[in-house]
């Protein structure tokens, strides 16, 4: 049984940082895709960011303020948020395997979710 448990959300005032943080146990991940979603209120979830063995997606509204990181040995995937706007205000999904394909994502399993909250 994968699990993924996130941590690291809460609320920050514009401008600031969170880390997000992604534990993934139930089996090997290392040739897996991993990812975040984020879905805010009254709107689609849609993909933030990716990571595949050959490629490193991030989508357009946080490029250059986000970045993802893996770490294969603790089966973990992170999530570096930077110079927050409250439209970032959502709640952030942690996913991992299925398919992935240049910025296209259709996962297996997801986490249970973790709020972040970006005040002006």
């Known amino acids: 049984q994968v699990q993924l448990v996130e941590s690291g959300g809460g609320l920050v005032q514009a401008g600031g940082s969170l880390r997000l943080s992604c534990a993934a146990s139930g089996r090997t991940f290392s040739t897996w895709a991993m990812g975040w979603f984020r879905q805010a209120p009254g709107k689609e979830r849609e993909l933030v960011a990716a990571?595949?063995?050959?490629?490193?997606y991030i989508a357009d509204s946080v490029k250059g303020r986000f970045t993802i990181a893996r770490d294969n040995a603790k089966n973990t995937v992170h999530l570096q948020m930077n110079s927050l706007k409250p439209e970032d205000t959502a709640v952030y999904y942690c996913?991992?395997?299925?398919?992935?394909?240049?910025?296209?994502?259709?996962?297996?399993?997801w986490g249970q979710g973790t709020q972040v909250t970006v005040s002006s």
């Open positions: 990571w595949s063995d050959d490629d490193t």
């Open positions: 996913a991992e395997g299925g398919t992935y394909y240049e910025g296209a994502y259709a996962p297996d399993y």
